[in-house]
């Protein structure tokens, strides 16, 4: 860990201190306004905790939802306080603004060891475009900085980066520490052999990870529709499935560079649509019919993809092999998930980026199986990329060695 986190600051520093603190409370609500995932705010707990034993006062921003600048009441994170207030078995302060002189006197007011949570970042005009300006007003609300928000760490905002860059000292929480810990781990000194599965609809949006994990790992499996494009790329029939027409020479060079490291499905579960599965059957990858989609990973594919999980000391998984969110399109990603599971029992490395890769392995109730499951899709696959993540870059260094 190249940052600074939390651990680096001295009771001195901690003791009494507004720590402003970027949280990722971006979670679901139904309806009625109600949590139906509580995932991220459990994950911010051990920062938390960690705060509060020192005797900081915790101040906490975060955004929910894409509310475009104004204050929107069904993004408010009222309901947010309350569940945190509840998993912290504390009280947490809330305040229905975030730049304002109401929210800087509420921090103020603060004692050692209570939290604050302050409205969503969003509601603000400024957040999204870095504005300097609000950068240096929510620098106001502490004296020192911690981004914990990981899922938000690849946006350049003035709550992630701008205020970062104002207020010192800027460190990393647990929570952004275990991700970038287990993220780096994978692609810098991962134990062999080290498998990567990659997924999803588009090969466009995985294109910068395939490139700069093929050098890394030992084999790279391919699942999702995405895989219907290499289909094309070998002068396969693909029927009706998705099918990328300006990014098939580019797999087809992928293919060629990757050689023997990349593999692609044996077979496949189609259907005429994903409105239709009693219509739903394995074939193997030469044998699409015109009619049909891919819609999943077959049977064949995902024994064998099981195998190489369990041969592999690494393991590191984003995008689905399938509809998985529709039974019996489902099956080639519970699969992966059950074999990663296993795999981690055994002492194997394995790691979720995060996204729906993440959600499958929620919904299966696996994620206590997995070595990591990241809390951020977009952050994890750009850092998979070899991007720098600006909620990351603007942390204090560690003095080397």
């Avoid at 594919?301 to 592999?312: D, L």
């Amino acid at each position: 860990m190249r940052k600074k986190t939390v651990r680096d600051l001295s009771a001195k520093q901690l003791k009494g201190a507004r720590a402003l603190v970027r949280a990722d409370f971006n979670v679901p609500l139904d309806s009625n306004g109600e949590i139906t995932d509580d995932t991220r705010i459990r994950a911010s707990l051990p920062t938390l905790e960690y705060l509060i034993e020192k005797g900081a006062r915790p101040v906490l921003l975060s955004h929910l939802g894409r509310p475009k600048g104004k204050p929107t009441p069904k993004y408010s994170l009222q309901p947010v306080a309350r569940r945190l207030g509840e998993l912290l078995g504390t009280a947490v302060g809330f305040v229905e603004s975030t730049d304002s002189d109401e929210a800087l006197k509420a921090t103020t007011m603060l004692e050692d060891g209570e939290v604050l949570l302050l409205e969503n970042t969003r509601f603000l005009g400024g957040e999204e475009t870095n504005d300097p300006r609000l950068a240096r007003a929510l620098a106001e609300l502490g004296e020192l900085f911690v981004n914990d928000a990981f899922g938000a760490a690849h946006r350049a905002h003035a709550s992630t980066a701008g205020v970062c860059d104002v207020l010192k000292p800027a460190v990393a929480g647990l929570l952004m520490e275990r991700e970038l810990d287990y993220l780096e781990g994978a692609l810098t000194n991962p134990a062999h052999p080290f498998v990567a599965i990659l997924g999803g609809a588009k090969i466009s949006g995985k294109i910068d990870v395939i490139e700069s994990l093929l050098p890394k790992v030992d084999a790279l499996l391919i699942g999702g529709a995405m895989a219907c494009t290499f289909f094309r790329a070998m002068g396969l029939e693909t029927g009706r499935s998705l099918v990328e027409q300006d990014r098939i020479q580019m797999a087809r060079a992928l293919m060629e560079r990757a050689g023997t490291k990349l593999i692609l499905p044996h077979d496949a579960k189609v259907a005429t649509s994903v409105d239709a599965p009693e219509g739903a059957r394995s074939v193997g990858r030469a044998a699409i019919d015109v009619e049909d989609s891919m819609l999943d990973i077959g049977p064949r594919t995902a024994e064998s993809y099981s195998r190489a999980i369990a041969s592999a000391k690494t393991v590191l998984w984003n995008g689905p092999m399938g509809v998985f969110e529709s039974p019996p399109f489902d099956a080639g990603t519970n699969a992966i998930a059950e074999a990663m599971a296993k795999a981690t029992a055994r002492g194997t490395t394995t790691i979720v980026g995060g996204g729906d890769s993440a959600a499958a392995v929620a919904a299966l109730g696996l994620e206590s199986k997995m070595s990591h499951v990241s809390t951020g899709g977009g952050a994890s696959l750009e850092f998979l990329e070899g991007k720098k993540l600006p909620g990351v870059e603007c942390l204090d260094d560690r003095e080397p060695g």
